[in-house]
């Protein structure tokens, strides 16, 4: 990591904010350029020979002001003077790098699909009436289409305990939000979604790293925990976990269902990732409907900007949830569900789910040919491959050189939940490039740079 160019006036305080007048005045000159990625907050530290709060502080405060912008899993850069809609792709990664840290899909080319359903959404007459409307679960209508996808993906949800959110992290929040108290553990696989650690960072809820294999989340691991944690909720994905792509047996789903009931555990199961994989096992929720939650999310197949979630509970759970949605957000955007509502009834959804399949499938046999010999795993159905790096490879260095080539991924510890050992492994994100022929590129990369020598042994 190169030296900051900072010139800091010790005359303004506190520190910190002559940390952020430094960062300001770099920009003003052209010292700092957008789209530059910054230290991390500790090697900052080491080199202006700062305390790490003071540098946390500065950081808060500078992407408060839009002056950075951070990324979990990615790192931190300088943020872009130019914002709104001349660039809509707020995540996208700087010119030159290609992204496979983001976790997204791209947004299939069916828009006049889209403009039908939004165009039928802001000239019916009710418009004034949904913009009027506050109810925290979502109107009948909208719980129904979420029902419908829901029973769509292998889970037995009824309408009335729907709720409707602003996106699968959204649900994440109001599920985990409600089931778990300040300070209280949930269980989850030692290696997570970096969204969840987010979510339970923002609700003050400490996670417990349940042991996991090739196969999944280990029961046997699960009872220790039960027992040593005194949990009462636990947070899994089941179907092509994120990052390693596993998939549980229904040996395991049927062993985990049983450790639950026993041990008086709550289920919150995510099904954000597993639309496309044929003969799925069933979904936990199926075999344990009494205890068990389910977070979905139609980005996946809209694409990243469809923020619309939901959220299924055990019978008598709504009301619960909706107190939950009303303490976070209050209500989901009424006119995002209207379009995705109209998507789902027509049944015109399935245009999409037809393409990202198709999409998923073309990005794996990609994939699988560029990095044949090596420690992939990738699904033809999912959207994120678990690459084991070959011997010798540090993950963090690796992650840093592919950085100096100009392809980004996630460092490791982002998924690791605790302080447990870092797995020498990346995913590899490979909805995110923005087609077929970069993602090629990108790991073409990975593989040249799996073969050369790394710099320590």
Same mark, same amino acid.
């Given at each position: 990591?190169?030296?900051?160019?900072?010139?800091?006036?010790?005359?303004?305080?506190?520190?910190?904010?002559?940390?952020?007048?430094?960062?300001? +005045?770099?920009?003003?000159?052209?010292? %700092?350029?957008?789209?530059?990625?910054?230290?991390?907050?500790?090697?900052?530290? &080491?080199?202006?020979?700062?305390?790490?709060?003071?540098?946390?502080?500065?950081?808060?405060?500078?992407?408060?002001?839009?002056?950075?912008?951070?990324?979990?899993?990615?790192?931190?850069?300088?943020?872009? +003077?130019?914002?709104?809609?001349?660039?809509?792709?707020?995540?996208?990664?700087?010119?030159?790098?290609?992204?496979?840290?983001?976790?997204?899909?791209?947004?299939?080319?069916?828009?006049?699909i889209v403009h039908e359903a939004a165009k039928l959404a802001i000239t019916?007459?009710?418009?004034?009436?949904?913009?009027?409307?506050?109810?925290?679960?979502?109107?009948?209508?909208?719980?129904?289409?979420?029902?419908?996808?829901?029973?769509?993906?292998?889970?037995?949800?009824?309408?009335?305990?729907?709720?409707?959110?602003?996106?699968?992290?959204?649900?994440?929040? +109001?599920?985990?939000?409600?089931?778990?108290?300040?300070?209280?553990?949930?269980?989850?696989?030692?290696?997570?979604?970096?969204?969840?650690?987010?979510?339970?960072?923002?609700?003050? &809820?400490?996670?417990?790293?349940?042991?996991?294999?090739?196969?999944?989340?280990?029961?046997?691991?699960?009872?220790?925990?039960?027992?040593?944690?005194?949990?009462?909720?636990?947070?899994?994905?089941?179907?092509?976990?994120?990052?390693?792509?596993?998939?549980?047996?229904?040996?395991?789903?049927?062993?985990?269902?049983?450790?639950?009931?026993?041990?008086?555990?709550?289920?919150?199961?995510?099904? %954000?990732?597993?639309?496309?994989?044929?003969?799925?096992?069933?979904?936990?929720?199926?075999?344990?409907?009494?205890?068990?939650?389910?977070?979905?999310?139609?980005?996946?197949?809209?694409?990243?900007?469809?923020?619309?979630?939901?959220?299924a509970g055990p019978p008598g759970s709504s009301e619960r949830l909706a107190?939950?949605?009303?303490?976070?957000?209050?209500?989901?955007?009424?006119?995002?569900?209207?379009?995705?509502?109209?998507?789902?009834?027509?049944?015109?959804?399935?245009?999409?789910?037809?393409?990202?399949?198709?999409?998923?499938?073309?990005?794996?046999?990609?994939?699988?040919?560029?990095?044949?010999?090596?420690?992939?795993?990738?699904?033809?159905?999912?959207?994120?491959?678990?690459?084991?790096?070959?011997?010798?490879?540090?993950?963090?260095?690796?992650?840093?050189?592919?950085?100096?080539?100009?392809?980004?991924?996630?460092?490791?510890?982002?998924?690791v939940v605790g302080r447990g050992a870092v797995p020498h492994a990346i995913?590899?994100?490979?909805?995110?490039?923005?087609?077929?022929?970069?993602?090629?590129?990108?790991?073409?990369?990975?593989?040249?740079?799996? &073969?050369?020598?790394?710099?320590?042994?």
């Amino acid at each position: 990591m190169t030296k900051m160019r900072l010139s800091i006036d010790g005359a303004v305080r506190p520190r910190y904010l002559g940390i952020v007048a430094a960062i300001e +005045v770099a920009l003003s000159r052209g010292d %700092l350029v957008p789209g530059e990625r910054f230290p991390t907050q500790r090697e900052l530290a &080491r080199q202006l020979g700062t305390a790490i709060a003071t540098i946390s502080r500065a950081y808060g405060e500078a992407e408060r002001r839009g002056l950075l912008t951070s990324h979990v899993g990615r790192g931190t850069f300088v943020a872009s +003077v130019s914002r709104g809609m001349k660039s809509p792709r707020a995540e996208a990664p700087p010119p030159g790098i290609i992204d496979l840290a983001m976790y997204r899909v791209q947004t299939p080319p069916l828009g006049s699909i889209v403009h039908e359903a939004a165009k039928l959404a802001i000239t019916d007459e009710r418009l004034l009436t949904m913009l009027d409307a506050h109810t925290p679960a979502g109107v009948a209508g909208y719980r129904e289409a979420g029902a419908s996808w829901l029973n769509r993906l292998g889970v037995p949800a009824a309408p009335p305990e729907v709720l409707v959110c602003n996106g699968g992290q959204h649900a994440m929040l +109001v599920t985990l939000g409600v089931l778990a108290e300040r300070d209280d553990v949930i269980l989850t696989e030692r290696l997570t979604d970096p969204s969840m650690k987010a979510v339970s960072v923002l609700l003050g &809820r400490s996670l417990y790293p349940v042991d996991m294999d090739e196969g999944g989340l280990l029961p046997d691991a699960l009872e220790r925990a039960c027992t040593d944690s005194k949990a009462r909720v636990l947070y899994c994905t089941p179907t092509l976990h994120n990052p390693t792509n596993a998939t549980l047996n229904l040996g395991r789903r049927e062993a985990i269902v049983e450790i639950a009931r026993r041990h008086k555990i709550q289920i919150v199961e995510s099904v %954000l990732y597993g639309l496309h994989l044929p003969d799925a096992p069933p979904a936990l929720a199926a075999l344990a409907p009494e205890r068990t939650y389910v977070i979905a999310s139609l980005g996946r197949i809209l694409g990243p900007g469809c923020k619309v979630g939901y959220v299924a509970g055990p019978p008598g759970s709504s009301e619960r949830l909706a107190m939950g949605m009303s303490m976070s957000m209050g209500m989901a955007s009424p006119i995002a569900i209207e379009i995705a509502t109209r998507l789902l009834a027509s049944g015109k959804i399935q245009h999409f789910i037809k393409w990202q399949k198709k999409e998923a499938a073309a990005r794996s046999v990609i994939a699988t040919a560029q990095l044949a010999g090596f420690g992939l795993r990738s699904e033809p159905s999912s959207t994120h491959a678990w690459l084991t790096l070959t011997a010798g490879w540090r993950a963090d260095e690796f992650v840093e050189k592919l950085a100096n080539s100009r392809v980004m991924t996630s460092y490791p510890h982002s998924f690791v939940v605790g302080r447990g050992a870092v797995p020498h492994a990346i995913r590899l994100c490979l909805g995110a490039p923005s087609d077929r022929d970069e993602l090629t590129h990108a790991l073409s990369t990975v593989a040249a740079t799996l &073969r050369s020598a790394p710099r320590y042994v």
